[in-house]
């Protein structure tokens, strides 16, 4: 009889379900034997503009570097993000996309006979990270789709170690305003780590959303996740990072795997960061796609939850699941969030005006066969 290695795993690990995400292309193309050239993906919030051509040469420069370690200590990153932000290096945390950073956290500050609190409908890492470290996950029901912050204040006991918020959220796309933040943050213990997800705060313009950087000073319990896999379209090179007090980052550096990030992720995210008129691109296909979406969804009578982020989690009831297959089958791919505890909701990533227009098309046709 072979061995059952779960039962050997950590408890808490037995309890962990591994991450789902957005299905490829190339493996839709297998299953239902499509050409993956007539696919389109919208399933994964990815950046529909491609790279930027200034990351391209970026990364051509540094290819010829492949037999050296990248730089552990990220310099020439951490010295740019400094100065974008006003900020000192050593307050700066790189990370294998801002999943690592989350989990850096959870390794530094949880283990068990401690709690991180977060939010019904939150980012799926929060409580595999809490999960892993073998720490209690205090899930919090969520208010119209979004953080009840008041509520998850209400949690915060003793043994609370983290909270984890997002703003905008994923998936949802709900968001919390600044002086929500405000109040919430001069309420949590000084001694309980928030820490703020903001994966997807370069698509806000203006002031519409808190920006949490401002509140480092102020807060030194605050970490701040931030990611250049989104707006910056660099998902597959993997870069994230945390802001936070030169404290934090120190003691996050001690549990951070050396060379975490690649040299090529390096290069590519310091040209990223420079290309302030991709950012300005990006921000704008967004907008559009956003209204041309939501004016298409509403033509078909659908239901959605208002977005902050690059996504739009539409309703469609008990045939969600249904409706996703028979998208599939015309080769869209689009994202379930059952597993979020949203059965009757599909998450749409915005895609170029072209691929929009595919969707919303595909999409009432299958409406229309379902009918």
């Known amino acids: 009889m072979s061995c059952d290695f779960l039962q050997l795993a950590r408890t808490p ?3 962990l379900s591994p991450y789902v995400p957005g299905k490829p292309v190339e493996e839709l193309a297998r299953e239902l034997d499509l050409n993956p050239a007539d696919i389109i993906k919208l399933a994964s919030n990815e950046n529909p503009l491609g790279p930027s051509p200034k990351v391209l040469e970026a990364i051509e420069k540094a ?25 000192d290096m050593a307050q700066i945390t790189l990370g294998n996309g801002s999943n690592d950073v989350l989990e850096l956290v959870a390794k530094a500050w949880l283990e068990p006979g401690h709690n991180a609190v977060f939010s019904q409908y939150a980012f799926a890492v929060y409580p595999i990270a809490t999960l892993a470290a073998g720490a209690e996950c205090r899930e919090v029901p969520a208010k119209d789709h979004g953080h009840d912050l008041d509520a998850m204040l209400a949690a915060i006991d003793a043994d609370t170690r983290v909270v984890f918020i997002a703003n905008p959220n994923n998936p949802t796309g709900t968001w919390f305003d600044i002086s929500a933040l405000e109040a919430f943050l001069d309420a949590v213990p000084e001694q309980v780590l928030v820490v703020l997800d903001e994966a997807y705060i370069e698509y806000a313009s203006g002031s519409e959303l808190p920006n949490g950087v401002k509140y480092l000073s102020r807060y030194p319990n605050l970490i701040v996740s931030r990611t250049f896999s989104k707006a910056y379209g660099l998902a597959a090179l993997r870069v994230g990072y945390a802001l936070s007090s030169p404290r934090v980052a120190e003691v996050l550096n001690r549990v951070r795997q050396p060379f975490n990030v690649n040299s090529l992720a390096l290069a590519a995210a310091c040209a990223a960061l420079e290309d302030e008129d991709y950012l300005f691109r990006s921000r704008l296909a ?20 208002a977005s902050k982020g690059n996504f739009i989690a539409v309703r469609f009831g008990p045939d969600a699941a249904a409706i996703n297959q028979a998208l599939l089958e015309k080769g869209v791919i689009v994202r379930p ?5 949203m059965p009757e909701y599909l ?16 999409l009432k046709q299958v409406l229309v066969n379902d009918a």
């Open 286 to 305: 967004n907008d559009q796609g956003m209204e041309q979406l939501e004016t298409g969804l509403e033509a078909l009578g659908l239901e959605w939850i």
């Open 63 to 87: 290819l010829p570097e492949l037999t050296r370690y990248p730089d552990g200590n990220g310099f020439a990153l951490k010295q740019a993000l400094a100065a974008h932000y006003g900020l």
């Open 347 to 362: 998450r749409v990533s915005i895609g170029t005006h072209e691929e929009n227009a595919r969707f919303l098309g595909v």
């Open 337 to 341: 969030v059952a597993g979020y505890g």
């Open 13 to 15: 690990v037995q309890q």
